[in-house]
């Protein structure tokens, strides 16, 4: 039904949306900015992937192992969140970062520079899928953690990580554990990132420790911040258009990081809230015109009291 590139770039999107959600956690719910992300990546792939490769591990054994221990690992570089606040929670988050690729770099044990290849697909009933339900998995994944997002954000947990994003210190006034619920974020945001780590090694079956450094935090900051930080919505177009946009423009590739860049800047002085972001000029456009749809719909198709 796809070609192999138009399903390499979906799946790209689903493991892109699933770190997208976890930093949204993090940084657009919880207030807490971090610029390491693409280590919580590392961890869920490069467990996942020394699980199977030297352990015999099938692929859904280790998958929630991966995910334990990319949440251990936010619980962790969460510690620091405790004692310092923004500018020095942003320099420690790249510390961090560049340390996490110097270790995947420099231990042979995780491949050395090289990395790990042979990284099984996963299997289902004894035979390794097809790229055509991976990208099922992904996608029902993806329907998953949006799912158990907007519960989360929804519930008195995401209620305590917006107080806290908005005032700390009111929010400790009011008696609330501030330094729990921010672990919480971390724990939870971490896991997420795991999750699209996995989904991405196992489809690469091979992953270098380039793969999950700095940049590719950045570019989880950059997808979040342009779709709309704070929000599912926003997290979702952000995945879907910085994925596919690169592709989109690979006829004047030349030219197609300048277009890059004018779109970002474009977006910063015009939509700071982002593209889809609370308060900003297209949702509240989008919002209101859907607003008026429904209005015109109800009146026209209600029913008639006799």
Same mark, same amino acid.
């Given at each position: 039904?796809?070609?192999? $590139?138009t399903? #390499?770039?979906?799946?790209?999107?689903?493991?892109?949306?699933?770190?997208?959600?976890?930093?949204?956690?993090?940084?657009?719910? =919880?207030?807490?900015?971090?610029?390491?992300?693409?280590? $919580?990546?590392?961890?869920?792939?490069?467990?996942?992937?020394?699980?199977?490769?030297?352990?015999?591990?099938?692929?859904?054994?280790?998958?929630?192992?991966?995910?334990?221990?990319?949440?251990?690992?936010?619980?962790?570089?969460?510690?620091? =969140?405790?004692?310092?606040?923004?500018?020095?929670?942003?320099?420690?988050?790249?510390?961090?970062?560049?340390?996490?690729?110097?270790?995947?770099?420099y231990?042979?044990?995780?491949?050395?520079?090289?990395?790990? &290849?042979?990284?099984?697909?996963?299997?289902?009933?004894?035979?390794?899928?097809?790229?055509?339900?991976?990208?099922?998995?992904?996608?029902?994944?993806?329907?998953?953690?949006? =799912?158990?997002?907007?519960?989360?954000?929804?519930?008195?947990?995401?209620?305590a990580w917006?107080?806290?994003?908005?005032?700390?210190m009111?929010?400790?006034?009011?008696?609330?554990? #501030?330094?729990?619920?921010?672990?919480?974020?971390?724990?939870?945001?971490?896991? $997420?990132? &795991?999750?699209?780590?996995?989904?991405?090694a196992?489809?690469?079956?091979?992953?270098?420790?380039?793969?999950?450094?700095?940049?590719?935090?950045?570019?989880?900051?950059?997808?979040?911040?342009?779709?709309?930080?704070?929000?599912?919505?926003?997290?979702?177009?952000?995945?879907?258009?910085?994925?596919?946009?690169?592709?989109?423009?690979?006829?004047?590739?030349?030219?197609?990081?300048?277009?890059?860049?004018?779109?970002?800047?474009?977006?910063?002085?015009?939509?700071?809230?982002?593209?889809?972001?609370?308060?900003?000029?297209?949702w509240?456009?989008?919002?209101?015109?859907?607003?008026?749809? #429904?209005?015109?719909?109800? #009146?026209?198709?209600?029913?008639?009291?006799?």
């Amino acid at each position: 039904m796809f070609s192999e $590139y138009t399903l #390499t770039i979906l799946i790209f999107v689903g493991a892109w949306i699933i770190a997208g959600l976890g930093f949204n956690i993090i940084s657009g719910y =919880a207030g807490q900015f971090h610029l390491g992300t693409a280590v $919580y990546m590392g961890v869920g792939a490069y467990t996942s992937a020394l699980l199977t490769t030297r352990f015999g591990f099938p692929f859904w054994t280790a998958l929630p192992v991966a995910l334990i221990f990319s949440a251990i690992m936010g619980f962790i570089t969460g510690l620091p =969140a405790l004692r310092v606040k923004e500018d020095f929670l942003v320099v420690i988050t790249i510390g961090i970062s560049f340390v996490f690729e110097s270790l995947l770099i420099y231990l042979p044990y995780f491949g050395g520079p090289v990395g790990i &290849g042979g990284i099984p697909m996963p299997k289902l009933f004894g035979t390794s899928v097809s790229k055509e339900i991976y990208l099922l998995m992904v996608f029902a994944m993806v329907i998953i953690c949006v =799912a158990l997002n907007y519960k989360l954000i929804n519930s008195w947990i995401g209620l305590a990580w917006e107080s806290i994003r908005e005032d700390e210190m009111v929010t400790s006034i009011l008696g609330i554990d #501030t330094r729990k619920f921010k672990l919480y974020a971390f724990i939870i945001g971490a896991t $997420y990132c &795991g999750c699209g780590g996995v989904l991405y090694a196992h489809y690469m079956t091979y992953i270098t420790p380039y793969d999950f450094g700095f940049l590719p935090s950045i570019y989880i900051v950059v997808m979040v911040v342009f779709g709309g930080i704070g929000t599912i919505r926003g997290t979702l177009f952000g995945a879907i258009f910085m994925t596919m946009m690169p592709e989109l423009f690979r006829f004047i590739s030349e030219y197609r990081n300048s277009i890059y860049g004018l779109l970002l800047v474009f977006m910063m002085l015009f939509e700071p809230q982002g593209i889809l972001g609370d308060r900003s000029y297209i949702w509240d456009k989008i919002y209101s015109s859907w607003k008026r749809l #429904t209005a015109r719909f109800r #009146t026209n198709y209600a029913p008639i009291n006799r």
